[in-house]
């Protein structure tokens, strides 16, 4: 587990590099509605060692252009990419009872309907058709797929820590 997570960090975008010569990035935000990144306050690197605060430019295909504090030339840009960008999770909104944050679920115990333990979440993967849990089996060598809808996962209950799925049959 990151330092990021443990500490109750969520990660809400990326830079993906320089935007012209003076200090704009290409910014790549993870948030439900993109512009949202913004609002969160300042955003912190994964290790915690530096903060900034953002302020968007203008929509670019597939990102967002952006001005962060400190940040004044295109080397100090370029010198950021790939960096990713966390906030508390403490600061985002509430969501409703059917939505729920992926590092939420990371970690999770995944029981099956009739109560036995098939592993833990390990990640949630989001290919464009559909979310994907990935469940390190409770053996611990493994992993496996299972798509991430209310079929499949009947039961998600953050309090208890645990997922109750119903994959499905075989064929």
């Given at each position: 587990m990151s330092a990021a997570k443990e500490a109750g960090m969520v990660c809400?975008?990326?830079?993906?590099?320089?935007?012209?010569?003076?200090?704009?990035v290409r910014l790549k935000s993870f948030c439900a509605e993109p512009t949202d990144i913004a609002e969160y306050g300042p955003l912190s690197t994964e290790d915690g060692k530096r903060q900034f605060t953002v302020s968007l430019t203008r929509?670019?295909?597939?990102?967002?252009?952006?001005?962060?504090?400190?940040?004044?030339s295109k080397e100090e840009a370029d010198a950021l990419?790939?960096?990713?960008?966390?906030?508390?999770?403490?600061?985002?909104?509430?969501l409703p009872d059917d939505e729920f944050y992926y590092s939420d679920?990371?970690?999770?115990?995944?029981?099956?309907?009739?109560?036995?333990?098939?592993?833990?979440?390990l990640a949630v993967h989001d290919h464009g058709a559909g979310d994907l849990l990935e469940i390190r089996s409770a053996g611990g060598s493994d992993s496996f797929l299972l798509p991430f809808t209310r079929e499949a996962v009947p039961t998600v209950d953050l309090t208890a820590g645990r997922l109750v799925v119903d994959p499905p049959e075989e064929s």
């Open positions: 809400v975008g990326a830079i993906g590099g320089a935007f012209g010569v003076q200090g704009e929509p670019l295909k597939g990102a967002l252009g952006a001005r962060l504090t400190g940040i004044a990419k790939g960096t990713r960008l966390y906030v508390a999770r403490t600061r985002l909104p509430a679920l990371i970690g999770l115990t995944v029981t099956d309907t009739g109560g036995e333990v098939l592993g833990k979440v």
